[in-house]
């Protein structure tokens, strides 16, 4: 009997370890031109958000250019990495949990993950350029005592082509940083991604599309779910790790969920409910899941008074019906 009783013991430890106790309830906080303050922090807490992603930035002046600048006087305030600092310290503060996730920018907005070199000496300059730039934030991370870091966001072509640097620049991150470790994969990329055995969580940016309607209803959003949920819980299972949505997000704007990827400025078209709609049924089929550990809504920016509204039909849920959805199922959670 002692014996089955700790067989029983083991087997409830196991089962609770390998379930999510507590939702990243996350938001993607963009870096401003100035320092955070108490009173901007106020509105992440009033949505009940427990996590916020911190997004310093390096760029790239062209797509076959290998040289990241970073960190530079010429950079708003929170894309350096004092400003990194500065937010995450009033939001650890303020007992919100950070992912801090350096991202890469090349001139005029070109895809990141097109990005690839045409010659070995490019690449190896790249990689050079990418390592100094990760592990600069990697050590910041440990500095704060960040919680998580990102080691990059939507970079396919980079990571297909380069799998023995990855590889090695996980060990170096690792040896300075001793915190959980992601990475941003695109939602047309994540299955394709090599080393997630080397990560802690499955890092997904979830723009999958959904529906080709022009308001698609909650019940409508989530059976065009249904495909790429029970992938995602497969990939779960067999690499033995929970997944995240580093970016989960639609525009209020009609279509939302055939493309929630579109970022072009054309569209001038305002559709509140079906954002709305979209948020709920993200939570509604992901959240309960003990598989799934949450995400970080996109984006949410530090003026919270000036942003979103009625009128606006870009990506943050500010002032609209969708911030009402988040804030709901985030307190639920």
């Known amino acids: 009997m002692r014996n089955l009783g700790l067989l029983i ?4 430890q196991f089962s609770c370890a390998s379930q999510v106790k507590e939702k990243i309830n ?3 906080f963009v870096a401003s031109r100035e320092k955070v303050g108490q009173h901007h922090v106020n509105e992440i807490l009033n949505i009940h958000a427990n996590h916020a992603a911190v997004m310093p930035f390096g760029f ?3 797509i076959d250019s290998p040289e990241i600048i970073f ?5 708003w305030f ?4 004092s400003g990194a600092k500065q937010y995450i310290e009033i939001l650890h503060k303020n007992g919100i949990e950070v992912m801090l996730k350096p991202q890469i920018w090349i001139w005029r907005g070109v895809f ?15 990689e050079a350029s990418y390592e100094k730039f990760i592990l600069a934030h990697a050590v910041l991370a440990q500095e704060t005592n960040t919680a998580l870091f990102c080691i990059g966001t939507e970079l396919e072509q980079f990571v297909a082509n380069r799998p023995i640097f990855w590889k090695d620049l996980i060990r170096k991150i690792r040896e300075v940083y001793n915190g959980k470790l992601t990475y941003a994969a695109n939602w047309d990329e994540y299955s394709r991604t090599t080393f997630w055995e080397d990560m802690d969580f499955i890092g997904i940016d979830a723009y999958f599309p959904l529906s080709k309607e022009r308001t698609p209803t909650v019940e409508q959003l989530r059976l065009g779910w249904q495909k790429h949920k029970n992938k995602m ?3 779960s299972e067999e690499k033995g790790r929970p997944i995240i949505f580093t970016e989960y997000g639609y525009r209020s704007m ?4 055939k493309k929630p990827w579109l970022v072009d400025r054309n569209d001038d078209n305002v559709n509140l409910v079906g954002q709305a709609n979209a948020k709920k049924a993200i939570f509604e089929e992901f959240w309960s899941e003990d598989w799934f550990a949450g995400g970080y809504v996109w984006k949410w920016f530090i003026h919270h008074e000036k942003a979103g509204g009625g009128g606006d039909n870009r990506f943050t849920p500010q002032n609209k019906p969708a911030q009402e959805v988040i804030r709901d199922f985030y307190e639920m959670y």
Request: proline fraction near 0%; include cysteine.
């Open 60 to 62: 790239i002046r062209e």
């Open 26 to 28: 996350g938001v993607s």
């Open 78 to 81: 929170g894309e350096t990495k």
């Open 233 to 235: 819980n497969d990939l």
């Open 71 to 75: 960190d530079t006087e010429r950079q």
């Open 254 to 257: 009609d279509y939302t969920a």
């Open 9 to 12: 013991i083991c087997f409830l």
């Open 112 to 126: 990141t993950g097109t990005l690839k070199m045409e010659s070995e000496a490019d690449w190896k300059n790249l």
